[in-house]
């Protein structure tokens, strides 16, 4: 296992369509989470898993997203009739979590997404 | 609002000489805070971090320094190198949650 993959690595739409982005984690990995960045921004939290929970979500994540962890290892994270503003890379991070302490997330490629 | 800030958002240093990229946050809340560095059309790749109760940590030429009453960091790189050049981001790690705040990162630019 050589890291957090994430698939496709970009895609492009048009508005108003669905897209559903998958994260396959770090393999023991028991944590995973979904970032959004936009041009000249810091990558912004979006939801995290612990296991196939779903612990938090931002605000960021309107009622068009949803994520799921379904067997608590791959992650899908899905955006309903998509709007231009949705354009943006989407990172997806994991990390080993064995307490309540900060625990590194390492970070895939991302998924750049267009909407025309 | 903004409660980690990189406020240079490009820096350009000379190949040898030495980088310090600027961080300043506005939680006390914040425990740990790290390093992440991006190359294009690649994913953060993490650098080094801190912990709150610590003032400096260093891992070969990499040395971050926590300043806990100005709430600022910084990380320093001697000497710089061209492999360096690439946006660095400041994150932090609010205590009891699991998610991560980031700058708006600086693009650094090591000049042969």
């Known amino acids: 296992d050589t890291g957090v993959s994430q698939d496709p690595r970009h895609k492009i739409t048009k508005r108003g369509q669905n897209v559903t982005f998958r994260c396959d984690p770090i393999s023991e990995h028991n944590r995973l989470y979904w970032y959004r960045q936009t041009l000249g921004q810091g990558p912004e939290f979006l939801t995290y898993?612990?296991?196939?929970?779903?612990?938090?979500k931002s605000r960021l994540l309107s009622d068009r997203f949803s994520a799921e962890r379904p067997k608590g290892s791959f992650s899908t994270l899905e955006i309903q009739r998509t709007e231009q503003g949705d354009s943006a890379m989407y990172l997806c991070a994991s990390s080993w979590a064995s307490g309540s302490g900060y625990n590194e997330q390492f970070f895939g490629p991302g998924t750049r997404l267009t909407v025309l | 609002d903004q409660q980690v800030k990189q406020n240079s958002p490009s820096l350009s240093v000379q190949e040898g000489r030495i980088s310090i990229l600027n961080c300043d946050y506005t939680?006390?809340?914040?425990?740990?805070f790290l390093w992440y560095k991006k190359y294009p059309a690649e994913g953060p790749t993490f650098l080094i971090s801190i912990s709150s109760i610590k003032d400096k940590n260093e891992d070969g030429r990499f040395t971050v320094f926590l300043n806990k009453s100005a709430k600022h960091l910084s990380l320093h790189i001697v000497p710089s190198q061209p492999g360096d050049s690439a946006v660095y981001f400041c994150?932090?790690?609010?205590?009891?949650?699991?998610?991560?705040?980031f700058g708006q990162g600086t693009r650094l630019t090591i000049n042969p």
């Open positions: 994150a932090a790690n609010l205590q009891g949650a699991q998610k991560l705040v």
């Open positions: 898993f612990q296991n196939e929970a779903q612990l938090e």
């Open positions: 939680n006390s809340m914040f425990d740990y």
